[in-house]
């Protein structure tokens, strides 16, 4: 099918210039926001932020050591033209957006996150979604390949974009084979880094008696750990918060509370199972003394 021009620019793919990894690749542009770049592009692999291009240095340019030595000049003089590029489409979508929703002023932003990840069982998977002002604007589906629209302001992008047979195996070839190849082209570049291993420190802080006990494992990579409390060997799930794995420098950090409703902790035990990407587990027992109180 022949697409029709609804204003909208698809950021694209860019054959083999283009690509995402185990975690997202974000494209984010704003409009009034007050010193903070207006456009800016970030990509990671296995949750490693690994480039960085902003409106302001015009610059594609390293965040890892591992990605500047394995790439010259040619490759970073090219990923800063396509991303100039991909600024341009920016600020025209924000315009149609504004459009849209029939907006005059006022700060906005506009975001784009590509990604895929393979896997050896289950093969190739990945995301594409358009955000606008902090909610969905579009986002494709890779099971039926169409794109699909949560709001009514989306639906002539959707329409125009579903439209294209072309266009649409084309999303469908970057998803399944070239961002898979960009991947594993840059796992292999920073394989040192990326499969490493290092386990969690872990430790238990409270308070007081009366405040909740905080289990806080750090210091971990790769970012797979699993934080469970164990009473007698059963695990408890009531009252237990865990918290989100958040990055900490190169590594991983995760806190998990549990509520104190027992005056002798000395019988609960904490357990964080470390998982490893060649799916060996490694597990760290901390065990409560008898004097934490």
């Known amino acids: 099918g022949q697409a029709v021009d609804d204003g909208w620019i698809f950021i694209n793919a860019h054959a083999a210039h283009y690509y995402l990894s185990l975690k997202p690749y974000v494209y984010s542009g704003t409009s009034g926001i007050w010193n903070l770049p207006e456009f800016m592009i970030v990509r990671l692999v296995d949750g490693e932020p690994f480039v960085h291009y902003d409106s302001n ?34 600020e025209n979508n924000i315009e149609v957006a504004k459009q849209r929703f ?65 266009f649409l195996e084309g999303q469908k070839a970057y998803h399944t084979h070239i961002c898979i190849e960009w991947l594993k ?11 490493r291993t290092v386990r969690p420190e872990v430790s238990l802080l409270q308070k007081d008696p009366s405040s ?21 060997g059963v695990d408890m799930h009531s009252d237990v918060e865990v918290g989100e794995t958040l990055p900490n420098g190169n590594v991983f950090e ?5 509520e104190c409703k027992f005056q ?9 199972h470390f998982y490893v990407s060649n799916n060996n587990e490694h597990s760290t027992v901390c065990i409560r003394p008898a004097n934490f109180w």
């Open 264 to 272: 002798n902790f000395s019988f609960i035990s904490w357990y964080v």
């Open 185 to 195: 082209k840059y796992v292999s570049y920073g394989k040192s880094t990326l499969e």
């Open 102 to 166: 029939n907006q005059t002023g006022g700060i906005h932003t506009l975001q784009v996150m590509y990604s895929c990840e393979w896997d050896d069982e289950t093969g190739a998977t990945g995301v594409s979604v358009y955000g606008y002002d902090g909610s969905d604007f579009l986002t494709l589906d890779l099971k039926t390949m169409t794109y699909v629209a949560p709001v009514m302001q989306a639906v002539p992008t959707k329409l125009n974009w579903n439209s294209g047979r072309a």
């Open 212 to 232: 909740p006990v905080t289990c806080h494992a750090t210091g971990f990579f790769p970012k797979g750990i699993v934080v469970t409390w164990r009473k007698d």
């Open 57 to 90: 240095s015009h610059k594609m340019t390293p965040l890892q050591e591992w990605m500047a030595k394995s790439e010259g000049p040619d490759y970073w003089n090219t990923e800063s033209q396509v991303a100039m590029s991909d600024e341009l489409a920016f």
């Open 254 to 258: 995760i806190l998990t509370f549990r």
